[in-house]
DNA sequence: TGGTGTGAACAACTTCACAGCG
DNA sequence: CGCTGTGAAGTTGTTCACACCA
């Protein structure tokens, strides 16, 4: 992979995701071959946009044909790093922490569920998917630096979020997502990513406000 | 609310469904009076931003104080049109979908939650939070027009989100939230945002990528 | 021929810097 | 005096249009 040295914008790897889905989506379609429109026509974005997007980390596409989907995804897939192995542990079992677990998404990008974490006593114990129990939140640190796990994510209510990031942050953790609706601090050599669910209804209701007009 | 004409960016709409959230914080902390200053370490934009993104709705602030915390909530939620009552519906009551139906985040922001479908049979005739029981998918087209839901959530698998979103328009919905990992496609008028909440994760494994390098 | 890859034009968004006002 | 509100400057991201090549 030749990485072109100018700044890649952060919309462009955000649209890398969902160019992966679509790929798989188009070889499960029996198209072993796409272009930019078609491609483009599967996730709503300008097929000018998608070369652009490819034009940073070098050239994927055979001109006057196309992409390969297959080779394509994996390259994509390299260029996001989703072919290394992440140690990763979900804190806050409770619906929406069930919900990720659940996801085969995990296995597919190279996310490997290490550990879960939750404060509810009645919950420590259980089995969840891939083998893994539930411990309690007192065992972050010491479970984060012995099993080396690099990612946490957090799906805790708002007002443990913070003590949550400050223990897997203790235990060395490289990289949170945070779900929880409050922006959570921590050192700057982390890397953080909040992410708001509600923020995408609220921009739901603005839109339509603006359409009765 | 003189909304100046100039067009807004999305962004912009972005941040102020957080803007919401830490304004709630710094009340619980007592602060009637807060500052642009204030309120971006607060929720982590740069003050200058915050000042631009308001000026596109109006003047808020008083110069050389700063904005009144409850009454800036206020006039944001005002904005966004939170004040309007939205009838909701969520089809697809797996985990991912009971997450949303817990949070208290709805009542606060005027989504109010009609009905919810789900096509399991063992959860049909189940009782949700509200008082609200889950119906069978054939049911949403007549719900949907009989009770004038006008926002539908989305939370079932890939492979029948676009059979649902189908549903739902024909009954008449006016927006759609998209939470299956595949963009549906709805007519021209229907309000759509499709949200990926695994790119977050896969964006982090691209920024940690990055560090190693 | 047909679709990629890309500089150059354009558009959107953010930051700056300071005038204006309580 | 201090903090807001805002044009203007700067930065970042998207679209265009066409050279290029299997």
Chains 1, 2 share one sequence.
């Not at 992979?1 to 462009?12: F, G, H, L, N």
């Not at 994927?60 to 196309?66: A, E, L, P, T, Y």
């Not at 443990?160 to 921590?186: H, M």
Request: proline share 4%; glycine share 8%; hydrophobic share 40%.
């Amino acid at each position: 992979m030749k990485t072109k040295e100018s700044k890649i914008p952060e919309a462009t790897i955000k649209r890398l995701s969902t160019y992966i889905n679509c790929l798989e989506r188009l070889q499960a379609e029996n198209n072993p071959v796409t272009s930019s429109e078609m491609l483009g026509e599967s996730c709503q974005v300008s097929p000018a946009q998608i070369r652009k997007d490819l034009s940073y980390f070098g050239e994927f596409g055979v001109r006057g044909v196309g992409y390969d989907t297959k080779k394509l995804e994996g390259e994509i897939k390299e260029i996001l790093g989703l072919n290394h192995n992440w140690p990763t542990t979900v804190v806050g079992v409770g619906k929406l922490g069930q919900a990720l677990l659940n996801f085969a998404f995990f296995s597919k990008h190279g996310f490997r569920i290490i550990a879960a974490f939750d404060s509810d006593e009645n919950k420590i114990g259980n089995e969840i998917a891939h083998g893994v129990t539930i411990l309690p939140t007192t065992e972050i640190e010491k479970t984060v630096k012995n099993e080396k796990i690099t990612i946490g994510i957090i799906t805790t209510p708002a007002d443990s979020a913070q003590e949550v990031a400050d223990k897997l942050v203790a235990g060395g953790i490289k990289g949170l997502l945070n779900f929880a609706p409050i922006k959570v601090k921590v050192p700057e050599i982390i890397t953080l990513r909040n992410v708001s669910i509600t923020s995408e209804l609220d921009n739901l209701a603005y839109l339509l406000t603006q359409k009765k007009r």
